[in-house]
């Protein structure tokens, strides 16, 4: 059992930066693979990043590819997403999820956290 929480989400302008941070509970977390997805506003929730257990594979959307960085710091249990040069299609409800593999879809994770709202303003 992994339990998630999000924190960092907030207003920003555009162009802007912010770091959201995914606290897991348990000590299984370094077996896992971490991923972010969104949600904007009346639109299905999409993948942005995933990261393998290891570190060592990760993947992003086209749409994120060079202003985001999907990281993790198992010491510290937290997975970190950094997101830069923010644009206000980035709006969205954040959302981070462990499963066992770093895919692009939903149905590959096991656990979820609540979401942080990302509010990017033009």
């Known amino acids: 059992q992994v339990q998630l929480v999000e924190s960092g989400g907030g207003l920003v302008q555009a162009g802007g930066s912010l770091r959201l941070s995914c606290a897991a509970s348990?000590?299984?977390?370094?077996?896992?693979?971490m991923g972010w997805f969104r949600q904007a506003p009346g639109k299905e929730r999409d993948f942005v990043a995933a990261?393998?257990?290891?570190?060592?594979?990760?993947n992003y959307a086209d749409s994120v590819k060079g202003r985001f960085t999907i990281s993790r710091d198992d010491a510290k249990n937290t997975l970190y997403l950094q997101m830069n040069s923010l644009k206000p299609e980035d709006t969205a409800v954040y959302y981070c999820?462990?499963?066992?593999?770093?895919?692009?879809?939903?149905?590959?994770?096991?656990?979820w956290g609540q979401g942080t709202q990302v509010t990017v303003s033009s």
């Open positions: 999820a462990a499963g066992p593999r770093p895919a692009g879809v939903e149905y590959a994770y096991r656990y």
């Open positions: 348990g000590r299984t977390f370094n077996t896992y693979a």
């Open positions: 990261i393998s257990w290891t570190g060592g594979n990760i």
